[in-house]
């Protein structure tokens, strides 16, 4: 089968995404009969359902029998199916091109760009956006704008209930949404309305997330958000960290937007102020819109909450990165001066995959070129002429969807008629590639980022202002100033001929170029998706249509055509380049991107937190907007993953193989680790582990580290057999707390893990897999932050090694080491003393009415329960056993 007619004849998950995402539905699955390819839902599971296609063979009143395209019957009823219109692209190309043609003024061009939009709309050489591709001719309710970002919230109950609504209402109709919270006055702020103080700006962040996970987007996807918050705000290292608390915002991406002056401040390791407006100033509400830099500027007073340490904040950054790949982080003040809005619209948060920067009431309005479709074979070459032909038509097609798309709200038209905002962008890069022998990542392959995004942003720009010419240009267009920006500096100063034809023409759309993920759509046309190499050649996707296997096709053909030979180099997946690499390709292309760029450095599982500041900091330097990283096994929940863990979930344990501990990748995947644990472990094999054991003697020696925690002081006994630790003992809080049984269980896996078998790597394994684990709070700054017991665990492992190889066993800063025989007394004393400036009241000669150790809140789940006045109080949640 050729390369067109596979890609037009869609298959298993291509053909799925096609029927539930894009194509034109029908509203009524009453309407199924026997003949219909439908999409039929198998599995009805709230996060993760199964649908497989298939035809109507049987109705009988509202119970339908369908055959699957794996042959299986399933007999289920009508309102399980997705009936469609369209069944095939072709349609679906008919349907997009004649509608976006519609807009031109007289019934010629109509014709004339109908069909020009439909020749690169074929063969899936222009891919448009998901809102688009559903919506154009189809809808006129659904938005054609993929993302929005709304103002940040007014500051008060009704400005946060009025933001919600704008966002429900976006996200019902298809559309993704930004929103910034540093107009969200910082926690304990005081409100004077309702003589009380503030929740703080991330408990709101948290019901922009619920709410999120409430909304379900035409059936078939979940509403998506972006919360941000500038490097200024008092609650910025809350945000940082609230995922690392169970079940806070869990439906929203997060990221740190970042000025650089703070990044100065981290290379220089000088302090850095946390401040908010004051909100005693005269008409603050309605002055305050989140713009510190606007507020001073007019003179308006702030209030200093308190100093940190810039490195500190950046630390925390990393770390969470590191953790659990959140969060991001944009150089939004380095965005802005690139930005060719600069001067009348300042960009303030992204959209919810970070690719498109936004003003309030912003839009993105993207499609792909699918550059997988620009090989010329015969010349071993891009076509460069149809890139330019496709480039320059899809800038026209993407500013009538601005014309066409329905406006649910003024303010949104308004602004998208002020500046007309397109993001063309592309997919199939890594494809490209492999057809034309480049190793992503290589230095050539630099050079040819460097060429390619160059020319295809030379000529979308020189079609956007030949459009002005017939059209006119965006209403805030002022050709000096817009000149200015550092976008415009960089492209014109390298292709003149486009600040020539912009100061003849004028300009119609204020920025052109945007790279989105194209997640569903790439998997959807068969190729790579967005700028990204392959995930792998082989994989598994998990998505609410299910858990499919996927083949990248032209790794398969190559190998059909060369049996028994491996792949050649040039054939790269994210996980074969450094990260390094990862952002060297990023920079390439952000040269010649006026918006920003969706992309994910990948990292190996055992990739550092060094490492990842490094990275981080190598972004800013080399001119990203923004970075995220992912390290590979740190969230439980992959979308993309190379095992097939459904089938290893089901998998017998082997007697012949027996492992005498978890292995690490099964520690690195929560998934596998969980599939493991739960399998019936066959006598045979239980006995053998028995052998493994090593007993206890009844004499061992070891020492004691003092380390404080976020529950108070832990007492970490380690104890050595051999030379090696072989046991831990953990004592934090009172006897009888939940927080002291925890611990007392924690120590002892520990120590079953330490005393099974051989394994030389075991202690290391233990201090990489309990180190970093984030729990409600912190303690300490730097090298010694202790985010919860565990990592104080892996601390004291560590200092303990360290000791074992020195003889004079200096003890490290973090910890302090005891006799064994002052360990009770020192146990007893510390956790009978008292002191008031821990439950956060009082001060130097206050009463003592709170002990320093603390326990689990039964109601908010945190590390706040202290004793008060003889009572169990919760500090963060005001929860009182006492009632």
Request: hydrophobic share 35%; charged share 25%.
């Given at each position: 089968?050729?390369?067109?007619?596979?890609?037009?004849?869609?298959?298993?998950?291509?053909?799925?995404?096609?029927?539930?995402?894009?194509?034109?539905?029908?509203?009524?699955?009453?309407?199924?009969?026997?003949?219909?390819?439908?999409?039929?839902?198998?599995?009805?599971?709230?996060?993760?359902?199964?649908?497989?296609?298939?035809?109507?063979?049987?109705?009988?009143?509202?119970?339908?029998?369908?055959?699957?395209?794996?042959?299986?019957?399933?007999?289920?009823?009508?309102?399980?199916?997705?009936?469609?219109?369209?069944?095939?692209?072709?349609?679906?190309?008919?349907?997009?091109?004649?509608?976006?043609?519609?807009?031109?003024?007289?019934?010629?061009?109509?014709?004339?760009?109908?069909?020009?939009?439909?020749?690169?709309?074929?063969?899936?050489?222009?891919?448009?956006?998901?809102?688009?591709?559903?919506?154009?001719?189809?809808?006129?309710?659904?938005?054609?704008?993929?993302?929005?970002?709304?103002?940040?919230?007014?500051?008060?109950?009704?400005?946060?209930?009025?933001?919600?609504?704008?966002?429900?209402?976006?996200?019902?109709?298809?559309?993704?949404?930004?929103?910034?919270?540093?107009?969200?006055?910082?926690?304990?702020?005081?409100?004077?309305?309702?003589?009380?103080?503030?929740?703080?700006?991330?408990?709101?962040?948290?019901?922009?997330?619920?709410?999120?996970?409430?909304?379900?987007?035409?059936?078939?996807?979940?509403?998506?958000?972006?919360?941000?918050?500038?490097?200024?705000?008092?609650?910025?290292?809350?945000?940082?960290?609230?995922?690392?608390?169970?079940?806070?915002?869990?439906?929203?991406?997060?990221?740190?937007?970042?000025?650089?002056?703070?990044?100065?401040?981290?290379?220089?390791?000088?302090?850095?102020?946390?401040?908010?407006?004051?909100?005693?100033?005269?008409?603050?509400?309605?002055?305050?819109?989140?713009?510190?830099?606007?507020?001073?500027?007019?003179?308006?007073?702030?209030?200093?909450?308190?100093?940190?340490?810039?490195?500190?904040?950046?630390?925390?950054?990393?770390?969470?990165?590191?953790?659990?790949?959140?969060?991001?982080?944009?150089?939004?003040?380095?965005?802005?001066?690139?930005?060719?809005?600069?001067?009348?619209?300042?960009?303030?948060?992204?959209?919810?995959?970070?690719?498109?920067?936004?003003?309030?009431?912003?839009?993105?309005?993207?499609?792909?070129?699918?550059?997988?479709?620009?090989?010329?074979?015969?010349?071993?070459?891009?076509?460069?002429?149809?890139?330019?032909?496709?480039?320059?038509?899809?800038?026209?097609?993407?500013?009538?969807?601005?014309?066409?798309?329905?406006?649910?709200?003024?303010?949104?038209?308004?602004?998208?008629?002020?500046?007309?905002?397109?993001?063309?962008?592309?997919?199939?890069?890594?494809?490209?590639?492999?057809?034309?022998?480049?190793?992503?990542?290589?230095?050539?392959?630099?050079?040819?980022?460097?060429?390619?995004?160059?020319?295809?942003?030379?000529?979308?720009?020189?079609?956007?202002?030949?459009?002005?010419?017939?059209?006119?240009?965006?209403?805030?267009?002022?050709?000096?100033?817009?000149?200015?920006?550092?976008?415009?500096?960089?492209?014109?100063?390298?292709?003149?001929e486009v600040g020539a034809a912009i100061r003849e023409n004028g300009m119609r759309n204020v920025t052109v170029i945007t790279q989105a993920p194209t997640g569903s759509t790439g998997t959807m046309v068969g190729t790579s998706t967005g700028i990204e190499p392959y995930f792998a050649f082989k994989y598994y996707r998990q998505s609410r249509l299910g858990f499919d296997e996927q083949f990248v096709p032209i790794a398969q053909e190559w190998l059909e055509a060369h049996p028994g030979e491996e792949l050649p180099e040039y054939f790269v997946t994210s996980m074969d380049l450094s990260a390094k690499d990862h952002i060297r390709a990023q920079a390439a292309i952000q040269r010649w991107v006026d918006s920003s760029i969706s992309k994910t450095a990948n990292c190996p599982a055992d990739f550092t937190v060094e490492e990842t500041a490094?990275?981080?900091?190598?972004?800013?330097?080399?001119?990203?907007?923004?970075?995220?990283?992912?390290?590979?096994?740190?969230?439980?929940?992959?979308?993309?993953?190379?095992?097939?863990?459904?089938?290893?979930?089901?998998?017998?344990?082997?007697?012949?193989?027996?492992?005498?501990?978890?292995?690490?990748?099964?520690?690195?995947?929560?998934?596998?680790?969980?599939?493991?644990?739960?399998?019936?472990?066959?006598?045979?094999?239980?006995?053998?582990?028995?052998?493994?054991?090593?007993?206890?003697?009844?004499?061992?020696?070891?020492?004691?580290?003092?380390?404080?925690?976020?529950?108070?002081?832990?007492?970490?006994?380690?104890?050595?057999?051999?030379?090696?630790?072989?046991?831990?003992?953990?004592?934090?809080?009172?006897?009888?707390?939940?927080?002291?049984?925890?611990?007392?269980?924690?120590?002892?896996?520990?120590?079953?893990?330490?005393?099974?078998?051989?394994?030389?790597?075991?202690?290391?394994?233990?201090?990489?897999?309990?180190?970093?684990?984030?729990?409600?709070?912190?303690?300490?700054?730097?090298?010694?932050?202790?985010?919860?017991?565990?990592?104080?665990?892996?601390?004291?492992?560590?200092?303990?090694?360290?000791?074992?190889?020195?003889?004079?066993?200096?003890?490290?800063?973090?910890?302090?080491?005891?006799?064994?025989?002052?360990?009770?007394?020192?146990?007893?004393?510390?956790?009978?003393?008292?002191?008031?400036?821990?439950?956060?009241?009082?001060?130097?000669?206050?009463?003592?009415?709170?002990?320093?150790?603390?326990?689990?809140?039964?109601?908010?789940?945190?590390?706040?329960?202290?004793?008060?006045?003889?009572?169990?109080?919760?500090?963060?949640?005001?929860?009182?056993?006492?009632?």
């Amino acid at each position: 089968m050729s390369t067109v007619e596979r890609n037009q004849r869609l298959e298993g998950l291509s053909e799925k995404i096609f029927l539930d995402r894009y194509a034109w539905k029908d509203a009524d699955s009453n309407n199924a009969k026997v003949g219909d390819v439908v999409l039929v839902l198998t599995k009805d599971d709230p996060k993760f359902p199964t649908k497989e296609v298939g035809e109507i063979v049987e109705r009988s009143g509202q119970i339908v029998t369908v055959k699957t395209r794996r042959g299986e019957h399933v007999q289920t009823d009508v309102e399980k199916l997705t009936l469609n219109i369209e069944k095939t692209p072709e349609e679906m190309w008919d349907r997009l091109a004649g509608a976006m043609a519609s807009v031109e003024k007289t019934p010629e061009l109509q014709q004339e760009w109908t069909g020009k939009f439909r020749s690169i709309l074929d063969d899936w050489k222009l891919v448009p956006g998901g809102r688009i591709a559903a919506g154009a001719g189809a809808s006129e309710e659904l938005t054609l704008f993929n993302c929005y970002v709304v103002p940040s919230p007014k500051d008060s109950r009704g400005g946060i209930m009025q933001t919600l609504s704008e966002m429900t209402e976006i996200m019902a109709r298809g559309g993704g949404v930004g929103i910034n919270l540093s107009s969200l006055r910082p926690r304990r702020a005081i409100v004077r309305g309702v003589n009380g103080s503030s929740s703080g700006s991330v408990s709101w962040g948290g019901l922009f997330s619920y709410t999120t996970g409430l909304i379900e987007q035409g059936g078939s996807r979940r509403g998506a958000l972006m919360l941000m918050i500038n490097d200024w705000h008092p609650d910025v290292v809350d945000f940082i960290t609230v995922k690392q608390t169970m079940g806070q915002v869990t439906n929203a991406n997060l990221s740190v937007c970042v000025s650089n002056s703070f990044m100065k401040a981290v290379k220089e390791d000088l302090d850095w102020d946390l401040v908010f407006p004051d909100t005693t100033y005269p008409d603050y509400n309605e002055i305050w819109d989140g713009d510190l830099d606007k507020w001073k500027a007019e003179g308006r007073s702030v209030i200093h909450y308190r100093t940190v340490k810039a490195r500190d904040v950046w630390q925390t950054i990393i770390e969470s990165a590191w953790k659990s790949a959140e969060p991001g982080v944009v150089f939004m003040e380095y965005y802005n001066q690139m930005s060719n809005s600069w001067y009348f619209n300042p960009i303030i948060c992204t959209n919810p995959c970070g690719e498109q920067g936004l003003p309030g009431w912003g839009v993105c309005n993207l499609s792909a070129v699918n550059l997988s479709k620009f090989y010329d074979e015969e010349k071993h070459d891009v076509d460069w002429e149809d890139l330019a032909t496709t480039t320059r038509y899809s800038v026209r097609f993407l500013d009538n969807v601005i014309d066409k798309t329905p406006y649910h709200f003024p303010e949104n038209e308004a602004n998208q008629k002020l500046e007309r905002r397109v993001g063309l962008g592309t997919m199939g890069l890594a494809e490209l590639m492999i057809k034309l022998n480049i190793r992503y990542g290589s230095p050539e392959s630099l050079e040819f980022l460097d060429k390619l995004y160059g020319f295809m942003a030379r000529e979308a720009y020189l079609a956007s202002a030949e459009i002005a010419g017939e059209k006119g240009s965006f209403q805030a267009f002022d050709t000096e100033k817009y000149l200015l920006s550092g976008f415009m500096k960089n492209i014109t100063e390298t292709y003149p001929e486009v600040g020539a034809a912009i100061r003849e023409n004028g300009m119609r759309n204020v920025t052109v170029i945007t790279q989105a993920p194209t997640g569903s759509t790439g998997t959807m046309v068969g190729t790579s998706t967005g700028i990204e190499p392959y995930f792998a050649f082989k994989y598994y996707r998990q998505s609410r249509l299910g858990f499919d296997e996927q083949f990248v096709p032209i790794a398969q053909e190559w190998l059909e055509a060369h049996p028994g030979e491996e792949l050649p180099e040039y054939f790269v997946t994210s996980m074969d380049l450094s990260a390094k690499d990862h952002i060297r390709a990023q920079a390439a292309i952000q040269r010649w991107v006026d918006s920003s760029i969706s992309k994910t450095a990948n990292c190996p599982a055992d990739f550092t937190v060094e490492e990842t500041a490094e990275l981080y900091e190598m972004a800013f330097d080399l001119g990203c907007k923004g970075v995220t990283i992912y390290r590979d096994g740190s969230r439980d929940v992959q979308v993309l993953q190379t095992e097939n863990k459904e089938e290893k979930k089901d998998a017998p344990i082997k007697e012949e193989v027996v492992e005498s501990a978890a292995s690490e990748a099964e520690l690195t995947d929560p998934v596998a680790a969980n599939a493991a644990v739960a399998s019936p472990v066959p006598q045979a094999t239980a006995n053998e582990l028995d052998k493994q054991y090593k007993k206890r003697p009844q004499i061992l020696r070891g020492a004691t580290y003092k380390i404080n925690t976020p529950f108070g002081m832990a007492y970490i006994t380690i104890n050595d057999l051999d030379g090696t630790p072989a046991e831990i003992f953990l004592n934090v809080g009172k006897a009888g707390s939940d927080v002291f049984a925890m611990a007392e269980a924690l120590g002892r896996v520990c120590s079953l893990f330490l005393r099974y078998g051989d394994h030389g790597q075991k202690v290391e394994l233990l201090i990489k897999h309990l180190k970093g684990i984030g729990g409600s709070g912190a303690i300490g700054f730097g090298a010694n932050r202790v985010e919860s017991i565990a990592d104080a665990v892996a601390k004291a492992l560590e200092t303990h090694v360290l000791n074992n190889t020195q003889d004079d066993h200096i003890p490290a800063p973090i910890a302090a080491t005891l006799e064994l025989e002052d360990f009770t007394d020192a146990l007893n004393a510390e956790l009978n003393s008292v002191t008031l400036t821990d439950a956060g009241h009082g001060g130097h000669g206050s009463h003592n009415h709170a002990t320093s150790s603390r326990d689990l809140c039964p109601s908010c789940g945190s590390a706040s329960l202290v004793n008060i006045e003889g009572c169990k109080t919760c500090s963060n949640c005001g929860y009182s056993r006492c009632g």
